[in-house]
């Protein structure tokens, strides 16, 4: 498969699975799960068609491992992200000493007298290097990694949870935890 239809199929699914599965008609259970053979179909019907050999290259070979298969391969869904209402069924984690957060300059006022808010995510998503989190940052504009301290706010009582493609996520960072800026 080309670089381009993957590349095209993976954003088309990202819009289903994480924030508009309305789009299609898809049916998502309360943890984002859709069933393999709907979503093909329905895929297929907006236009936006692919094998299952293909869905399995963009799942395998996604950079960011956005989403993840179940067992037996019927089931699929985004592994976070999401804009919708799910329970991704994550358990509480303990974080390292610090994660990071990769954001646009232009956004650091706001970060630093706010914190860091889900806005219309489910969670704030954090990173455990700072090359992943400079990837992030770059997509917003020219990026700036802040030091998150999470294992002060682990302490404080904060809940943080891991995806299974190594996201770390929780709901707001106040901007006391921000050790510095990259």
Not at 57 to 71: A, G, H, L, P
Not at 98 to 125: C, D, W
């Amino acid at each position: 498969m080309n670089e381009q239809h993957k590349k095209r199929i993976s954003k088309f699914l990202s819009l289903v699975l994480r924030h508009k599965p309305e789009v299609i008609n898809l049916t998502l259970d309360e943890n984002g799960w859709a069933s393999l053979d709907e979503l093909m179909e329905k895929c297929a019907k907006h236009e936006r068609s692919f094998t299952l050999e293909e869905l399995t290259e963009i799942v395998e070979t996604n950079d960011k491992k956005r989403f993840v298969f179940n067992k037996d391969k019927t089931r699929i869904r985004a592994n976070q992200g999401h804009s919708i209402d799910i329970d991704l069924a994550l358990k509480p984690q303990q974080p390292p000493e610090f994660l990071y957060h990769g954001t646009a300059e232009a956004n650091i006022p706001s970060i630093m007298e706010n914190g860091i808010e889900k806005r219309n995510r489910q969670h704030v998503h954090l990173s455990q290097d700072k090359e992943t989190a400079t990837k992030v940052g770059m997509r917003h504009g020219k990026p700036v990694i802040l030091t998150i301290e999470t294992e002060k706010m682990h302490e404080a009582g904060i809940l943080f949870y891991l995806s299974e493609n190594n996201v770390w996520l929780t709901d707001f960072v106040n901007a006391k935890y921000i050790r510095n800026k990259d």
